[in-house]
């Protein structure tokens, strides 16, 4: 029986799945985001947190620490000088996973993990905008509404005279359209078959 054995083997050997978990944490470090099953998303998850976190501190003891999981340089290069400061102010929670449906061969649960502070498709930026301006909003909106409305009666003469300006050119086009007319009704007054029939 495995009563309390909540670790996940992912149907591999020790050195297998030490070796994915850690080539999947330098994909994720350099790419941002990766798609992936969901069981291997969530042992990524606990697998690459703990070096992100000690990212934020940049010594050489956790730069060691982190390559000997991570075993990549460049990736360990790239999870100090980027990660650790963009994510200096987070307390935890540095990854977040998507689930996007199920794959088409075998039928597994897939999802999308993604750093969270590295997301440019969806940004909490413009969430916290549309609260403000429905909260805030409702007021700064209501005072100035009373000024415009006072300025829009005093543009009124301006519009008077726009109104103007359509009508001359109406009259201006009025002579010129008769003179076309006149001339059509000259030719066709020969050919057109009900001059004949008044006639």
């Known amino acids: 029986m495995r009563h309390g054995k ?11 799945r030490k070796a994915m978990l850690s080539n999947m944490s330098c994909s994720l470090i350099e790419h941002k985001r990766i798609t992936t099953t969901v069981a291997k998303a969530k042992a990524l998850k606990k697998y ?10 940049d010594s050489t003891h956790n730069r060691r620490v982190c390559f000997r999981y991570l075993a990549s340089k460049d990736a360990v290069t790239e999870l ?12 935890g929670g540095y990854t977040r996973v998507i689930r996007t449906g199920n794959r088409l061969g075998d039928n597994a649960e897939m999802c999308m993990i993604e750093l969270v502070d590295f997301n440019e498709i969806y ?36 519009e008077e005279v726009v109104a103007e300006a359509p009508a001359e050119e109406v009259v201006a086009e009025a002579p010129a359209s008769e003179d076309v007319t ?18």
């Open 6 to 16: 909540k670790f996940n083997h992912l149907g591999r050997k020790t050195a297998h």
């Open 123 to 158: 940004g909490k930026d413009e969430k916290k905008k549309t609260r403000r301006s429905r909260r805030g909003g409702a007021t700064a909106v209501s005072k100035p509404e009373s000024a415009p409305a006072e300025e829009v009666v005093a543009e009124a003469p301006a």
């Open 80 to 91: 100090f000088r980027e990660v650790g400061p963009k994510v200096a102010n987070r307390d």
């Open 182 to 199: 006149e001339s059509s009704n000259d030719d066709t007054e020969t050919d057109s078959p009900e001059e004949k029939k008044e006639d």
């Open 48 to 57: 690459v947190e703990p070096l992100v976190n000690r990212s934020k501190d």
